[in-house]
């Protein structure tokens, strides 16, 4: 288990910017893929970006894509999320993880493919 630790998040207006981080603590961070999910209250969690372990190929969800970046720093085993233009329905808890996996395929966000969660960061909107 690689222990994942997210921070950044907050409060926002509409058409605001947050950038979030996962600092992960341990070995063979590099090794695999790593990624965001995000819960909305009453909502199942789901995938909002993956990046592959050498950072060479990055995947989002349709509702994210063009206004979210995703990055990491091998060195720094540290993951992070750039959101912008964020709107209301962006508003939730904002998990890192890490895949069992150093890639991301067609599949990525099926959850039983990742582990190593963190403790969630909370990304709230207003309108």
């Known amino acids: 288990q690689v222990p994942m630790v997210e921070s950044g998040g907050g409060l926002v207006q509409a058409g605001g910017s947050l950038r979030l981080s996962c600092s992960a603590s341990?070995?063979?961070?590099?090794?695999?893929?790593v990624g965001w999910f995000r819960q909305a209250p009453g909502k199942e969690r789901e995938g909002v970006s993956c990046?592959?372990?050498?950072?060479?190929?990055?995947v989002y969800s349709d509702s994210v894509k063009g206004r979210f970046t995703i990055s990491r720093d091998n060195v720094k085993s540290a993951l992070y999320l750039q959101m912008n233009s964020l709107k209301p329905e962006d508003t939730a808890m904002y998990y890192c993880?890490?895949?069992?996996?150093?890639?991301?395929?067609?599949?990525?966000?099926?959850?039983?493919?990742?582990?190593?969660w963190g403790q969630g960061t909370q990304v709230t909107v207003s309108s």
């Open positions: 993880a890490r895949r069992r996996s150093e890639s991301c395929t067609d599949s990525w966000s099926f959850i039983p493919d990742w582990n190593s």
């Open positions: 341990g070995l063979a961070f590099d090794r695999y893929a």
């Open positions: 990046i592959n372990w050498r950072a060479a190929y990055t």
